[in-house]
């Protein structure tokens, strides 16, 4: 590591200490994590600037914070006074500030490796699984606040309810998104982890579902040997990489071998409540506010996480029962003129359905439209047959074109999308391509009716589609 490097993250120093005054350049500064670890820098002292090639949520408090952020790449942005640049990892080598702070011999590191620096300084509490991650991370954060445990966190998603996408806190813990893209998740050796679950994604960095199975295995093997691993009973994956990890491990699920239990559960509208168990040994009981039956396995990893990080029972079920959720998880945009506009981030096929299936319990309707924007040509591809067996329960379909995040070739991002399209109706459903997202809002807005409920689903920017039928709809 660099002399400046080795300063500024010293292990014998506190992190406050280290950091202050130091000057942190974040190239890719509007990603999710980006944007979270962003502020924890700032709240620790560090001068912070940062670039990205539009504006972003949450960029205006980054700013009022002292943060000073350009809109676009250009490589007069790095100076030699620069104690430490942090890419994110959509970032490509090309990039021109990238190549500028190489050529000056400026430290740079990945986003990833940021936050296993940060870990360094903290009790490092790590959720990880193809699903789901976010939530059980942000409701973590919650839980320990409701706790008075006072964690510092960073979250993928936007959380009004915490404040944004990441915080510094009084207390020993630091709480982690622990994303498996890139194999991210290796930089971290946490105290107390969580994996959810294993399915095949990302297959643009990984072979197939055993290099994701030894990726995972290696993150559970980092926890450490006096700490505890939480994975999901259910999931055979999950339980089978974790099975020879040094920390000790315990399962969460519906059934009685479970060290953690939830039971008695039952539904209002779209949301669960349970009561929970530890080995036996009733806990109390939450109402989720959040709806879908995916969420209580969320929120039970929440809870043994929050436990054993030494939140009591009482407190940490007060937190996931008042917990909001996050941007972009069956988010309700609008009721208005009889049709009920959904937003969500799923973009797997496993997603996909559960999403679905609670978004119908949560909204009554008399025809359900799902526009599905595919994220990534390779994860398309890879699980195209998934994909078009997700939609049951959805009256119509619409496709546009894929989100190709770090693939550019727009015919085959297009193809891509019609390959789908044609598949999903090979199964019987109801779809169509519509290649431009305003295309895409212009045929909703033409063909729905009272009673419509209208659920935009992807990773990439569908979003806008939510926008605008919005915009249309309220006029």
């Not at 510094?168 to 290796?186: Q, W």
């Not at 609008?334 to 973009?347: E, I, K, L, P, W």
């Not at 994909?387 to 995040?405: H, L, R, T």
């Amino acid at each position: 590591m660099g002399e400046k490097a080795a300063e500024i993250y010293s292990d014998s120093a506190g992190l406050g200490e280290v950091l202050l005054g130091k000057r942190v350049h974040m190239i890719g500064i509007g990603g999710c994590g980006m944007s979270g670890a962003g502020r924890m820098l700032l709240q620790e002292g560090a001068v912070v600037s940062g670039s990205d090639m539009d504006g972003f949520g949450g960029m205006g408090e980054l700013v009022e914070r002292g943060a000073q952020v350009t809109i676009g790449h250009d490589c007069n942005l790095i100076s030699g006074e620069i104690d430490l640049v942090i890419a994110s990892a959509a970032i490509p080598d090309a990039n021109v500030e990238l190549v500028a702070a190489r050529a000056k011999g400026l430290r740079v590191i990945k986003y990833a490796e940021l936050l296993g620096l940060l870990m360094r300084h903290r009790i490092g509490v790590a959720i990880a699984g193809t699903h789901g991650k976010s939530t059980t991370t942000a409701m973590c954060a919650h839980a320990f606040r409701t706790a008075d445990l006072s964690p510092s966190f960073v979250v993928g998603a936007y959380s009004h309810q915490l404040g944004g996408h990441g915080g510094v806190g009084a207390g020993p813990h630091f709480i982690v998104e622990s994303c498996e893209y890139d194999r991210s998740f290796l930089h971290l050796h946490p105290s107390i982890a969580a994996i959810l679950n294993i399915e095949p994604d990302h297959l643009d960095c990984y072979k197939d579902l055993d290099d994701i199975l030894c990726a995972f295995r290696t993150f559970a093997n980092q926890v450490s040997a006096d700490g505890v691993i939480l994975v999901n009973g259910a999931d055979h994956h999950a339980v089978s990489v974790a099975s020879n990890a040094p920390a000790r491990v315990e399962t969460f699920g519906k059934d009685e071998s479970n060290d953690w239990q939830m039971t008695h559960l039952r539904r209002t509208s779209g949301c669960f409540g349970f009561e929970l168990s530890y080995r036996g040994q009733r806990l109390g009981e939450a109402q989720l506010a959040v709806p879908g039956l995916h969420n209580v396995e969320n929120a039970v990893a929440a809870a043994a996480l929050s436990y054993h990080a030494g939140a009591e029972p009482a407190c940490l079920l007060q937190g996931l029962s008042s917990f909001e959720g996050i941007s972009r998880r069956l988010a309700l945009r609008t009721q208005a003129a009889g049709v009920t506009v959904v937003d969500d981030y799923a973009h797997h096929p496993t997603e996909i359905r559960v999403s679905i299936e609670a978004a119908k319990m949560q909204y009554p309707h008399d025809r359900l439209l799902v526009v599905f924007q595919p994220h990534q040509y390779a994860r398309t591809m890879y699980l195209l047959e998934d994909f078009a067996c997700s939609f049951d329960g959805a009256d119509e379909i619409i496709v546009p074109a894929i989100y190709g995040a770090r693939e550019s070739d727009e015919k085959a991002l297009s193809d891509g999308s019609k390959e789908l399209v044609s598949k999903i109706c090979h199964n019987g459903g109801h779809a169509r391509f519509v290649d431009r997202l305003d295309d895409v809002a212009d045929h909703v807005t033409k063909n729905m009716c009272e009673g419509d409920l209208v659920l935009t689903m992807g990773a990439g920017d569908v979003w806008k589609v939510a926008d605008e039928l919005v915009e249309r709809i309220c006029k």
